[in-house]
Each structure stands twice: as structure tokens, then as C-alpha cells.
């Protein structure tokens, strides 16, 4: 098992497989996508080893992310090899959702359990505002063909003051049919949008408070979950979180690694770097060697980020990593 000096378990991996996105979100590629690496990415062998040492580990969910991981063509391959590795109980995939109508039922066949869609809005075009993309009305009939298929689906929503705050209502009146899981994120400052997050940052805690009060109840975490803080309600079919990383408790209960696109771990999504550990995926027989280094460097896992003190680490956009 993965435990740091903090005695915190680590079930869940976080895998990126490219740092490229195709969509100018306002909150993080307001410029589009900038190549600044050899972009020579995880191949589908290196990913194996990766994710069958993890699972030999403890790890029993992989989330899969980008940048936007639909923009790899071998997506359900991946998905595959991921799925079928003892152990792995639970593939999950974070997506902008620009190809979900067309591979949905694809990436469902290779193994995929669970899909998170990223939607900023259910307006077409604050949506576009947001995302710079004409993709609405087919990511929202992806998120349908998702659902018709059966697997667990959560839905991504940054919280953004001047662009979708006043939606919240309009929200919630979506849930009261959808079989989804919405989660509003609060906007993290990162290395290259200070100006955009004084001006937009919300905090969730109040709109937290507004649904304590309105009757939504908290349910309880599994060993597996992300971060989210989720509630449910006798009126709403779906369900409703806040994903809050400025709360003093926030990264009490981290249980999650990420590995980026070009093998490098994070410890966190604000660490100050990557530790190279690609020199140990190259072949199934340095699976011990590769268990001994994760469990060294977790020694070094800090208690906390320092988002609180405005230190953003190595992240300069999160597309970087998936989020």
C-alpha cells in the first residue's frame, strides 16, 4: 500500500496522457494550446507497466486526463490495457467532451466505468464565452448517450463570477432529472492567471451553505473518491458537489497521485516539480524497482498544498495536468 508520513492511503491515480487541449477555456488556455515540450507522450507499454505497478500498490481507480485525452487516437486502447490490469477496479475518463457523442459508445466497449464532462454552462453561448468552443449541443447529447449507456457520470463545472454564477439555480433545476453528479469547482490560481482569478474567484463555502439549508445531505466518501464534498436531495434525481481547495481541510483526505503526460509524478497538483520516473517503465521487470522509488519519494509528500499562500508551484495552467 501507498502511505505517506501523514499515514494517508493512496487508492487513486491520476494519469495524463497529453498536455494538448483543443478548447481556449478563460480559466485556463485563454490563449489556446502552446506546444512546450518534445510532446513525446506515455506510450500504450509505458502506461501499462505504469499502472500495473500502482495496482500492485493499492491503486484501484485511474482517472484518465489531459489536457483532452480524446484528442489521442488511441484513447480506447488505453482505456483497455488500464481496465484489464489486476487490481484496477474503476477506469475513469475527464474529458472537454468535444468527440463524446461519437466515441462514447467506444471507449464504454474498451472498459471505461465512469466519465467526467467539463460543461462551464448550460447556455450555448456563455458557453463559447467560456470555452471558446461551438461544441454545446453536441457534448450535451454526449453526456445523454453516456448516461443511456449506464456508467457513472459527473459533470465539471468551474465557478466563475461574471460567466456562470448567475446559473447556479438554473443548475440545480437541471438536476432534478439528470442521473448526473455536478460538482462546482472553485477557480485555482495558477502561474499564469492571477488577474482572471482576483476577478472571478468564488467561494464555494457560501453556496455550500445555501444547499445545507435547502435540504441536501451530504453522502458519505468511498476509499476511492476524488475530492469532491457530494450531496444528494429527495427532490433532485441528480447529485451535487463543491470541490473547494481552499478549505483549511481540503487535502486532509488526498488520496490520489498524478503522473504526467511525459512520466513524470506529482506528488500534487501545486508541487514545484515532477519527479522523472519514466527510466523505470521501460520494461515489466523494473516493477519492484519502480514500487521502492514511489514508496521513497512519498516520504517527501507534503501535508498540504499552498494555494492559500498564493504559491502555484510548477503549474502554470491545468491543463498541465488534468486538474
Not at 84 to 95: E, L, R, Y
Not at 118 to 136: C, E, M, P, V, Y
Not at 254 to 277: D, I, P, Y
Request: proline letters at 2%; a neutral charge.
Amino acid at each position: 500500500m501507498l502511505v505517506d508520513s501523514y499515514q494517508r492511503q493512496f487508492h487513486y491515480l491520476r494519469l495524463s496522457i497529453t498536455d494538448v487541449c483543443n478548447f481556449k477555456c478563460n480559466y485556463c488556455l485563454p490563449d489556446g494550446y502552446e506546444c512546450e515540450s518534445s510532446r513525446k507522450f506515455l506510450t500504450l507499454s509505458e502506461i501499462k507497466n505504469l499502472v500495473s505497478t500502482f495496482a500492485q500498490l493499492g491503486v484501484s481507480k485511474v482517472r484518465i486526463t489531459g489536457g483532452e485525452p480524446g484528442l489521442r487516437k488511441d484513447l480506447s486502447e488505453i482505456i483497455g490495457v488500464v481496465k484489464q490490469t489486476s487490481g484496477i477496479t474503476k477506469v475513469a475518463v475527464t474529458t472537454n467532451g468535444y468527440n463524446l457523442e461519437t466515441n462514447i459508445k467506444k471507449w464504454v466497449s474498451a472498459g471505461l466505468d465512469q466519465l467526467n464532462v467539463s460543461i462551464d454552462s448550460l447556455n450555448a453561448n456563455n458557453f463559447r464565452l467560456i470555452t471558446g468552443s461551438q461544441k454545446h449541443a453536441s457534448i450535451l447529447a454526449g453526456l445523454d448517450k453516456a448516461m443511456a449507456l449506464g456508467i457513472q457520470v459527473k459533470v465539471n463545472a468551474v465557478l466563475l463570477r461574471q460567466f456562470n454564477l448567475v446559473e447556479f439555480d438554473t443548475f440545480l433545476n437541471w438536476l432534478k432529472d439528470k442521473d448526473v453528479s455536478l460538482r462546482f469547482i472553485e477557480l485555482m490560481q495558477t502561474g499564469d492567471n492571477q488577474a482572471f482569478f482576483s476577478e472571478q474567484n468564488v467561494r464555494g463555502a457560501t453556496l455550500k451553505q445555501k444547499i445545507e439549508n435547502e435540504g441536501w445531505v451530504p453522502v458519505l466518501k468511498t476509499k476511492d473518491a476524488g475530492p469532491a464534498l457530494e450531496y444528494t436531495h429527495s427532490d433532485y434525481k441528480g447529485r451535487l458537489g463543491f470541490i473547494l481547495p481552499y478549505e483549511k481541510t481540503f487535502c486532509d483526505s488526498c488520496n490520489r497521485l498524478r503522473v504526467s503526460a511525459t512520466g513524470n509524478l506529482h506528488q500534487c497538483l501545486f508541487a514545484e516539480e515532477g519527479l522523472s520516473l519514466r527510466h523505470l517503465l521501460q520494461s515489466p521487470e523494473q516493477n519492484y524497482e519502480l514500487q521502492e522509488w514511489l514508496q521513497q519519494q512519498l516520504t517527501n509528500k507534503s501535508a498540504s498544498h499552498a494555494l492559500h499562500d498564493k504559491q502555484t508551484g510548477a503549474t502554470k495552467h491545468l491543463a498541465m495536468l488534468g486538474g
